[in-house]
């Protein structure tokens, strides 16, 4: 896939901006806070429908303007092009997706259909934030690659927010009729244990891709592991099944806490290198290494998945790495498809990047960008 | 916004409520009201105080009807035997509109939903294990195809299975004369969930 152009308007600090992308590296150069970023961003528009690090609709919205919009034309790896616009209005608080003049109204059939993988500063918590953390990261693959499993989760997600009302609701009550939960327990065991089931998977399959983009990186004998800790069971069946008697054993718990203790919400993709946990032993080395392979492995998973080449976004990344990290990334990365890099300093790309063709750099300042 | 007829803006604001309507809207059918004869606008006035004096909801179903009990309940020509499970009245007509389901209904009159306040206790499920006699065959569930709706199947399946009668759910699934390739990828995959033997 190739972002070939994007239109920007009244968003972040963009007035107006419009950018024509290489086929390969794009370096976004530029001081802080001059508007880099939120051209990354006004990007994951176009392949989440948000901001990828989850500012609001509002909150990206240029001050004192009523609407913004964001098109982009997407040429897919097939040769089909398509126009892909994203605009928001402030009054009516609506935002219109449409694809080729098309308007996408759910959002399980957009997702997915133009895939990115997004590597900046808030990945940071992927490996050393809390559970919740690398729970998104899978999410966010496993939705772009699986319609099933978006649809799966959203309604998960629809269950749990019933069920919780309804321990909330026992709790300030002091008592839990069993008829009034038990079909929640049913329709939570049986969304929960599809996606329990898929994430398991994803964890065995997403290993050698993780190793693979690891020894790029880190030349030692080091190797990265990852497990999914949930519910047991390695068919969908049994998962139910054990997740109905561990409703049943956190009855009473559940009712205390006002909430829902068991399921998928609750797992962990637990992490290690070497048979050491991440989070509690890896250097601050270590994170960062790990966190650019998970990247390059989600890149390559993606791609292997979707027959389709996905856009690579890199926010700030070499600030974050030593040179000869960053030399390995940028190895790894200038041959693999598009990406768009934002930078402050482009001594990082001198030995490596030709600004040829195939490679393009761009200033921004003030919201406006400009090509060289 | 400010009109210059009080009257006017009542009936705008009136209208902004209706589900569907926002203000544009309830503008131009405000307008349209007043471009129209006098009788008809009592015309239009008296059919919405008649529904709600009019209206009421039949004994044995739950269907809004004039008369009690409702004409599809009374009817000999349908089959007594099976009864179709269904959230509002609404479903009752698209469920009509197709010609080719001849039994009863039963309207719960909404689905499970501890977020809108709807327990058990709030929607027609007693009403329905006391319909669910001897001489009922069959009970088809048609909620609709959200988290809500698969709750309540579940919830109903339970009750109704010990007694002995056949539960039933319609399918979900690619809509005919859709073609394929343009139905939503949502859709697409619950109807491989449910696919048949053939």
Redesign the interface.
């Known amino acids: 896939m190739n972002l070939k152009r994007i239109q920007i308007r009244n968003f972040r600090n963009h007035n107006q901006t419009n950018l024509t992308f290489a086929v390969g590296i794009n370096a976004l150069l530029g001081n802080n806070s001059e508007g880099k970023t939120s051209i990354l961003e006004a990007i994951s528009y176009l392949g989440l429908t948000k901001s990828f690090f989850g500012a609001s609709d509002v909150t990206v919205l240029q001050i004192g303007k009523e609407f913004f919009e964001i098109e982009g034309t997407i040429l897919a790896d097939g040769g089909v092009e398509n126009t892909v616009q994203v605009t928001y209005e402030k009054s009516s608080g609506e935002k219109i997706v449409s694809v080729n003049q098309t308007r996408s109204d759910k959002l399980t059939s957009f997702i997915g259909k133009f895939p990115v993988v997004i590597l900046s500063p808030e990945s940071n918590g992927i490996t050393s934030g809390p559970p919740a953390e690398r729970r998104k990261f899978m999410d966010l693959i496993l939705s772009q690659v699986s319609t099933a499993y978006f649809v799966d989760l959203q309604e998960y997600r629809g269950v749990l927010r019933q069920r919780n009302k309804i321990l909330l609701d026992a709790r300030s009550l002091g008592r839990l009729e069993p008829k009034v939960i038990e079909p929640w327990d049913i329709s939570l065991a049986r969304y929960g244990s599809r996606i329990t089931h898929r994430r398991r998977l994803f964890a065995m399959e997403f290993q050698a891709f993780m190793r693979n983009s690891y020894r790029e990186l880190v030349p030692s004998s080091e190797e990265p592991q990852i497990e999914y800790n949930g519910i047991p069971g390695s068919s969908i069946d049994e998962i139910a099944a054990s997740m109905t008697s561990e409703i049943c054993k956190h009855r009473s718990e559940e009712v205390r806490r006002g909430m829902t203790l068991v399921g998928p919400h609750r797992d962990e993709l637990q992490m290690s290198i070497s048979g050491m946990s991440v989070q509690k032993y890896a250097s601050q080395g270590q994170h960062k290494s790990l966190l650019v392979a998970l990247k390059i492995a989600e890149f390559f998973y993606v791609k292997e998945h979707k027959n389709e080449i996905p856009m690579f976004l890199l926010d700030d990344v070499f600030s974050e790495l030593d040179e000869l990290r960053s030399q390995h990334v940028l190895d790894l990365i200038g041959s693999i498809g598009q990406t768009i890099i934002t930078t402050t300093g482009e001594s990082v790309f001198h030995d490596t990047v030709s600004w040829n063709g195939q490679n393009r750099k761009f200033y921004v300042e003030k919201g406006t960008c400009s090509a060289r | 916004m400010l009109y210059t007829s009080e009257a006017l803006q009542q009936l705008i604001e009136e209208f902004a409520q209706l589900p569907g309507i926002g203000t544009k809207s309830a503008q131009r059918l405000a307008l349209y009201v007043l471009k129209r004869p006098r009788e008809e606008v009592v015309k239009m006035a008296n059919a919405l105080v008649s529904v709600k004096d009019r209206i009421k909801y039949c004994s044995s179903c739950w269907n809004i009807t004039d008369v009690d009990p409702c004409i599809i309940c009374c009817s000999p020509k349908r089959e007594h035997e099976v009864i179709c499970v269904v959230e509002e009245p609404n479903d009752v007509l698209a469920l009509e509109r197709t010609n080719e389901y001849r039994g009863l209904y039963h309207v719960l009159g909404g689905s ?4 809108d306040g709807i ?2 206790e709030d929607i027609k499920v007693r009403e329905l294990l006391a319909r669910v006699n001897g001489k009922v065959k069959e009970v088809i569930l048609a909620m609709n195809p ?3 709706g ?3 199947t ?2 109903l399946t ?1 009750l109704l299975k010990p007694l002995g009668v056949k539960v039933t759910r319609i399918a979900r699934g690619i809509p005919v004369g859709g073609d394929l390739e343009f139905a ?3 859709t ?3 109807a491989l969930e449910g696919r048949e033997i053939l």
């Not at chain 2, 499970?112 to 977020?115: D, F, I």
Request: charge should be negative.
């Open positions: 499970l939903s501890p977020l327990g058990p959200n988290v809500e698969e709750a309540t579940i919830y339970r939503d990828d949502a697409l995959t619950r």
